[in-house]
């Protein structure tokens, strides 16, 4: 009878241990409540809500210009893009504060083919709690919040894009 028990732990383990294996560093699981709901415009005046794009894997990247880390990430998420079709992620950037005219120069340079939503009196912002900027957020397609990312991150790299492709394999 102690057989199948000591199976069943070795099994859980060695999942776990895959799944953690999986994860990049510097990624940290949250408990999955669920993510705040929100409907931000882009400078164009185009509204997203985060409700509507339920079923699929999200990121929610917050960040301002002029945050260093945030500059040099910023490139990074642009070829992420490239990598991850948003009809697997979806990928929504919320801008922290700023100007539109800020906005526009610093993605007109820096990654062109990005847009970001403007929070611009940063009330979605405090709702989310980053801990400071750049911060990211995998939320799942039941609208749970499931890891973030604190700081900069190279998000074209190979252990992020192989994570971002395993999860949008994963049935929640």
């Given amino acids: ?3 199948p028990v000591i199976i069943l732990a ?5 999942t776990s241990a895959v799944a953690d294996g999986v994860r990049p ?18 400078m164009d005046g185009k509204t997203t809500d985060l409700v509507q794009l339920r ?3 999200v990121l929610v990247h917050f960040w301002a210009s002029w945050c260093g880390p945030c500059r ?3 490139p990074t998420l642009q070829r992420m893009r490239e990598q991850i079709p948003v009809t697997d992620m979806a990928m929504v950037l919320v801008n922290t504060a700023e100007t539109d005219e800020e906005v526009f120069s610093f993605l007109g340079v820096v990654a062109p083919d990005l847009e970001s939503l403007m929070d611009a009196d940063g009330q979605v912002t405090a709702k989310w709690r980053p801990r400071g900027l750049p911060s990211s957020f995998l939320v799942d397609p039941k609208g749970r919040l499931r890891y973030i990312a ?12 192989r994570f971002l492709r395993h999860l949008t394999l994963e049935q929640p």
Avoid: I, N
Wanted: net charge positive.
């Fill in 1 to 3: 009878m102690k057989l």
């Fill in 10 to 14: 070795l099994l859980f383990v060695t």
């Fill in 25 to 42: 560093p510097g990624l940290m699981p949250l408990d999955g409540r669920m993510a705040p709901a929100f409907k931000l415009a882009d």
């Fill in 55 to 57: 079923g699929q894997w």
């Fill in 72 to 74: 040099r990430e910023m």
């Fill in 150 to 161: 604190l700081g900069g991150r190279q998000w074209d790299s190979p252990a992020y894009l």
